[in-house]
């Protein structure tokens, strides 16, 4: 036997394997989606529903991988990653976006959504378009926006029932100008910080306190490192979905109908998860040791009228046919 014939045989084996694979097994693709939220965060629980969704529909051709918790960066970093490709898709509070897509801020404004249902008309309609115009300028393609929540304030100093309380307290918030400049006019020192920094600067006694739904302070565990807890209400959050437009523009037409189906339903499927959340949340907060101090609506009321201002920068910054267009889908949706 010639002592090459052996060799050149693995090499036509090694050639033709691929081509005899399966379909699946060649044409596979991947995209990989990362987030800060903790792994049984709603928002988490539904990026799993999605990938199963979607190599589910896909029939394995379309891989998910799914990394939470942080695991490739903070927030404010998984922001620039999706912009530049390093990542493909990224599920963020939506101030994150903000930096870079400034006219989220008119639908930032301190106590624009009056509840849940409001807020979802307003987002999921042609406001909602527009905003995912902004984004497709900035190289984002918008999958859509999930709940975040009311945002509330807990603190280490002092219960906070009136906005004179929250006079002097070192308030973390997200880093948007609409939220820094609510606080400022509320009488509070607020710095900006990205999310992975702000439990050991509580604990530290770096800053006073922070602002975040119920689910959240619960499930990244903020109440070991807080005794006070507010319902503020101050602002009505989203989790913004979004891809790198390059790469979602890059997927065949069928991958894009499979993905944007699955993420509808998983964002259906975590707006209900978490609406239940923040009633539990906060239970469960109260038995873990916050002191739960309840906010007047009349106070809530005059810190609206003290943030009026805040109103009118973001006028200037984003322009006032904007601004209008949101406060009047608000009123038109029930607010």
Do not use: C
């Not at 922001?79 to 903000?98: E, N, P």
């Not at 870079?100 to 979802?120: D, G, H, I, K």
């Not at 991958?255 to 993420?263: R, W």
């Not at 106070?299 to 009047?328: N, S």
């Amino acid at each position: 036997m010639n002592p090459t014939w052996p060799r050149r045989m693995a090499l036509v084996t090694s050639l033709l394997v691929p081509l005899l694979a399966p379909h699946s097994a060649w044409a596979q693709e991947k995209l990989r989606i990362a987030g800060n939220f903790a792994p049984d965060h709603s928002s988490s629980l539904a990026m799993q529903q999605f990938k199963k969704d979607v190599e589910s529909a896909s029939k394995g051709t379309l891989q998910i991988e799914v990394f939470d918790n942080m695991q490739l960066g903070g927030a404010a970093e998984n922001v620039s990653q999706t912009r530049s490709g390093t990542i493909h898709m990224t599920w963020v509070g939506m101030a994150f976006l903000s930096r870079t897509v400034t006219e989220l801020e008119a639908v930032s404004l301190p106590f624009l959504f009056p509840n849940r249902q409001v807020a979802y008309k307003v987002m999921d309609g042609a406001v909602g378009d527009l905003i995912e115009g902004k984004m497709a300028d900035k190289g984002f393609s918008s999958l859509g926006f999930m709940e975040l929540g009311p945002r509330q304030v807990t603190n280490s100093q002092r219960p906070i029932k009136t906005m004179a309380d929250l006079k002097g307290l070192k308030i973390r918030l997200q880093p948007n100008e609409t939220h820094l400049a609510t606080f400022r006019a509320l009488g509070a020192n607020p710095l900006a910080m990205d999310i992975k920094e702000v439990y050991s600067a509580m604990e530290q006694k770096v800053i006073d306190g922070h602002e975040n739904p119920y689910a959240l302070i619960l499930t990244s565990r903020f109440n070991e490192v807080q005794k006070h807890l507010s319902n503020t209400s101050h602002f009505f959050d989203f989790i913004a979905v979004v891809a790198n437009k390059k790469k979602f523009d890059g997927l065949s037409a069928e991958h894009k109908k499979i993905v944007q189906t699955a993420m509808a339903n998983a964002i259906a499927a975590q707006r209900t998860m978490a609406t239940k959340a923040d009633a539990d949340s906060l239970a469960e907060l109260q038995k873990k040791g916050m002191t739960y101090t309840e906010m007047p609506a009349s106070e809530r009321e005059a810190m609206r009228k003290a943030t009026a201002g805040v109103v009118d920068d973001v006028r200037k910054r984003v322009g006032g046919t904007l601004v209008d267009q949101v406060l009047d889908a608000v009123k038109k949706a029930g607010g």
